[in-house]
T-cell receptor
Framework: GAGVSQSPSNKVTEKGKDVELRCDPISGHTALYWYRQSLGQGLEFLIYFQGNSAPDKSGLPSDRFSAERTGGSVSTLTIQRTQQEDSAVYLC???????????FGPGTRLTVL | RKEVEQDPGPFNVPEGATVAFNCTYSNSASQSFFWYRQDCRKEPKLLMSVYSSGNEDGRFTAQLNRASQYISLLIRDSKLSDSATYLCVVKGYSTLTFGKGTMLLVSP
């Protein structure tokens, strides 16, 4: 079946602009996660959605970052007033009910000039 | 102590070699453990879950030592295609915590 999809695959933007990154999880998966990975670094947790519960936003690095998940499916990560240090690969993952295993999308490579 | 700690490597081994990676974690209440594999410029993919009794999947064996809070991954008969970064993953209170990974390079 279809895996996790993310769009765009690459995004180049200018410092100060807002960007929106999209994630389509695997159908039926109730949990959705956003991470970012800078070059040569590990995965940095950003935010976690589980069903209809309030999201765990503890990983968001600043108030310029926000995310929403509509209808328990598609999620959008928004970065306002982008900075050069926001350049990274943004990865989305989803998990089926009652399991911890995460399935990752291919990521969005964000470059802030 | 970092939540999940791994030797970054790289581990350079010839084809056919046996190689082992260790990982330590700080949260003694952790319940779920995994190894993921990440190829260069690709997303992480689940390699195997780690069970308390240890488990094997073909050439790969995972072990968990709760008392010492470490997890290991053993790869036997290394293949060129095993070259990748291996991520140790531990479930915290609600989310997974990923180690920074150990890079493996298998050469002919």
């Amino acid at each position: 079946g279809a895996g996790v999809s993310q769009s765009p695959s690459n995004k180049v933007t200018e410092k100060g602009k807002d960007v929106e990154l999209r994630c389509d999880p695997i159908s039926g998966h109730t949990a959705l996660y956003w991470y970012r990975q800078s070059l040569g670094q590990g995965l940095e947790f950003l935010i976690y959605f589980q069903g209809n519960s309030a999201p765990d936003k503890s990983g968001l690095p600043s108030d310029r970052f926000s995310a929403e998940r509509t209808g328990g499916s598609v999620s959008t990560l928004t970065i306002q007033r982008t900075q050069q240090e926001d350049s990274a690969v943004y990865l989305c993952a989803s998990s089926p009910p009652y399991l911890d295993t995460q399935y990752f999308g291919p990521g969005t490579r964000l470059t802030v000039l | 102590r970092k939540e999940v700690e791994q030797d970054p490597g790289p581990f350079n081994v010839p084809e056919g070699a046996t190689v082992a990676f260790n990982c330590t974690y700080s949260n003694s209440a952790s319940q779920s453990f995994f190894w993921y594999r990440q190829d260069c410029r690709k997303e992480p993919k689940l390699l195997m879950s780690v069970y308390s009794s240890g488990n094997e999947d073909g050439r790969f064996t995972a072990q968990l030592n709760r008392a010492s809070q470490y997890i290991s991954l053993l790869i036997r008969d290394s293949k060129l295609s095993d070259s990748a970064t291996y991520l140790c993953v531990v479930k915290g209170y609600s989310t997974l915590t990923f180690g920074k990974g150990t890079m493996l390079l298998v050469s002919p």
